[in-house]
């Protein structure tokens, strides 16, 4: 259900993306150029869907949120050459030497915008470990669209051009009663001047720019040092979350049942908007199958609530669990009440978790006392668990060997009508219709305590009398083990925590406790402590993904030396990518949000999107001068002419996203949409990284050009 609804969600998103888009075109360009660009949204998205189902991919979340990335740059490469088609149109040329001549002049460039995304996203296919699964379908739909949509710009499209934009321009020479299209002005044409007038005063202060940039990033690169905070997946949309309930050792299944109705009764009670339904469990304390701190009893239970979707709700997880914990209470037949929320992401389990092992039992008992001890010391460590569970109290039966032999009986007499009496024997079958039913016979079930019962026992011997149990076997009291864990042939104990988010992360418990830990078992052979929880998972994912973004950043590199044949266009290029990560780091500020993931994958991403407006500008720079421009004629020119699909690649790509990253006000002002906070972290860093990041292009790039100008005639590259 919680998947059906963040599907739902993603869907809404992506229409209104869609149709925000297509807004975003018609604001710059005639409705019949916006038709044709429009048209390749369908084509690319229909293509993709298609390849998918051939090969077995769903439309999941995951996979729909790879549409939602690619949506807004769908339209990139139709825009760069329809916007170049419509300008050789507007100069007067010939409808299809405008046609041949604008897709023509732009290929290369945009080719090369697509194969730099690609770089950024290919490396994410060949992530290891459980991310690397988790995340696989991201960007093998990210890829396969863009390639159909190159596509489309280049095959299709400059078709669709001439057969419905043609019939609606004027073509041939301008007349008196029939102006040219030279003549048509548009309303951001004085805009345009403006721009180019900032450039030419720029590249007048060309040095000076860089300053103000390379304050720009050390200023925002400290803010982030000093306020950033980092979790691998932040609970923030959690729709699950188990209250988890123990009550002393000798609790029956059935108290246990009775007892927990008082936890039932204030759980119902939450407005039906907030909860969907609970489940109560007795007799087990777990959240997956693979949970390392499952407990088993009878003494122990669970009830786990499903809460309704985050848009549709005033109140988050945490404030619900706030309110149900102040009417719970602390109920004294309760020994401990403890409260979860179900991670999201791949990794479940604690934020910190520790496994001592070793090969006695008492010694690892004595060792986790010693780790809890460690762990109480460093503020924001909160809920301490230890799988050392004491369970239930159990009378041993211990035969005396000396009576046994005197009255005629053996050990496996007494074990035998021991179990008889308490866990009972089949004595026959009773069969309805087709299946057969079991009749157990064992001793009736309340009769006084069981040390009691043991004693007044009667075990039958050889010579048909009834020997009472107390006469060849002592009874002794003891605490059991409520499970027993291995690891590597060893005990294991396992030590795990959350902690108070305000205080500190997992991360930094993690760094802490490998500081103070290994000391305790410096003297103790054959005994080691691993650590494991979300520091484990971190440095997995961090380092998976640090390998995929320095594999990006290298084909990038690689692509763009190969395009423009030297060393500093390529590097000045590759200059957009921290404009476009302060982008990410003020989103993060500004939204209060973690450096999650997501987050980082949305960097990643980011890394190939940024670096086109800027593959584009140089090419065109390139382009005039091999005419035999100046060097800063060139620049200027290129900024104006290339102002307009700048900002309309940028626009549309973050309007594709906007929905996603703010959908939650989108639901409350139209009804329609929704958010996911899973995924909105990887929306606001894609979103506000290439939107803050192409004003930054637009503002100090051409400076940069300028300045490497200037290099290149003094060390003459």
Not at 92 to 114: C, M, Q, R
Not at 478 to 486: G, K, L, M, P, T
Not at 599 to 605: D, E, P, T, W, Y
Request: some cysteine; charged content about 20%; proline content about 4%.
């Amino acid at each position: 259900c919680q998947g059906r609804n963040r599907i739902k969600t993603l869907g809404s998103n992506f229409a209104v993306g869609l149709l925000l888009v297509l807004i975003m075109l018609a604001v710059f360009l005639p409705w019949q150029v916006t038709l044709v660009v429009a048209v390749g949204i369908p084509l690319a998205l229909l293509s993709t869907i298609g390849v998918m189902y051939l090969t077995g991919q769903s439309l999941n979340m995951i996979s729909l949120l790879g549409l939602i990335i690619v949506l807004g740059m769908l339209v990139d490469d139709a825009i760069v050459v329809c916007e170049n088609i419509w300008r050789h149109i507007e100069s007067g040329d010939d409808l299809v030497k405008a046609v041949t001549d604008g897709a023509s002049e732009v290929f290369i460039p945009v080719l090369s915008s697509i194969l730099t995304t690609v770089s950024a996203f290919g490396p994410m296919l060949f992530m290891t470990g459980v991310f690397g699964a988790f995340i696989y379908e991201i960007p093998s739909v990210v890829i396969l669209a863009l390639f159909f949509s190159l596509f489309e710009a280049f095959i299709i499209m400059p078709s669709h051009f001439v057969s419905w934009v043609g019939p609606f321009i004027q073509i041939g020479q301008p007349s008196e009663d029939q102006p040219s299209q030279k003549k048509q002005t548009h309303w951001y044409d004085k805009w345009v001047k403006k721009y180019q007038n900032f450039v030419r005063w720029s590249l007048q202060r060309r040095y000076r720019m860089l300053s103000i940039c390379m304050g720009l990033v050390l200023a925002i690169g400290a803010l982030t040092f000093a306020t950033g905070r980092f979790k691998l997946f932040p609970g923030e949309g959690g729709e699950f979350f188990f209250i988890q309930l123990e009550a002393p050792t000798d609790t029956s299944i059935e108290k246990m049942a009775e007892l927990t109705r008082v936890v039932e009764d204030v759980v119902k009670d939450l407005p039906k908007d907030e909860m969907k339904d609970f489940i109560t469990s007795i007799g087990i304390i777990q959240q997956d199958p693979n949970d390392p701190q499952t407990r088993r009893g009878s003494h122990f239970g669970q009830v786990q609530v499903s809460l309704t979707a985050r848009q549709n709700r005033l109140r988050s997880v945490w404030d619900i669990i706030d309110d149900v914990k102040s009417r719970i209470g602390h109920p004294p037949q309760f020994e401990r009440i403890t409260f979860e929320v179900q991670k999201e992401g791949p990794p479940q389990g604690r934020t910190v978790s520790i496994n001592l092992i070793g090969p006695d039992r008492d010694e690892l008992a004595n060792l986790a006392v010693k780790v809890e001890t460690e762990m109480r010391k460093i503020q924001g460590i909160i809920d301490i668990r230890n799988s050392n569970v004491t369970g239930k109290v159990q009378w041993n039966v211990i035969p005396r060997s000396e009576d046994l032999l005197a009255l005629g009986l053996t050990a496996t007499d007494v074990a035998t009508t021991v179990r008889a009496s308490f866990e009972g024997l089949v004595a026959s079958t009773s069969r309805e219709l087709d299946e057969e039913i079991d009749i157990r016979v064992l001793l009736s079930p309340g009769q006084g305590e069981v040390v009691e019962q043991l004693k007044n026992l009667k075990i039958g011997n050889r010579l048909g009398n009834l020997i009472p149990l107390n006469q060849v076997a002592d009874f002794e009291k003891s605490e059991s083990v409520n499970s027993i864990s291995h690891y590597e042939f060893d005990r294991r104990i396992n030590i795990s925590a959350e902690v108070n988010e305000e205080l500190l992360t997992g991360t930094e418990a993690a760094q802490k406790l490998k500081e103070t830990l290994p000391p305790l078992v410096e003297n103790l052979r054959d005994y080691k402590i691993l650590f494991g929880g979300e520091d484990e998972d971190t440095a997995e994912s961090m380092a998976s993904l640090g390998r995929a973004f320095i594999f990006a950043i290298a084909l990038i590199i690689f692509l763009l030396i190969t395009v423009f044949r030297n060393m500093i266009q390529p590097i000045l290029i590759l200059t957009s990518i921290p404009l476009g990560f302060m982008g990410v780091s003020i989103a993060v500020w500004v939204h209060n949000k973690y450096f999650s993931f997501l987050a980082m994958l949305g960097m990643v991403a980011l890394a190939g999107v940024i670096v086109n407006n800027a593959i584009v500008f140089i090419d065109f720079v390139n382009s005039l001068r091999s005419r035999g421009q100046d060097l800063d004629q060139s620049i200027i020119e290129t900024a104006g002419v290339r102002m307009r699909p700048i900002i309309l690649t940028t626009t549309t790509t973050v309007a594709g996203l906007v929905p996603t990253a703010y959908g939650d006000y989108l639901f409350r002002l139209t009804g329609f949409g929704g958010s996911d906070p899973f995924v909105v972290p990887l929306a606001l860093a894609l979103g506000w990284g290439l939107a803050f990041g192409s004003v930054m292009t637009m503002i100090f790039f051409p400076a940069f050009v300028r300045i490497t100008d200037d290099i290149r005639r003094y060390i003459r590259i």
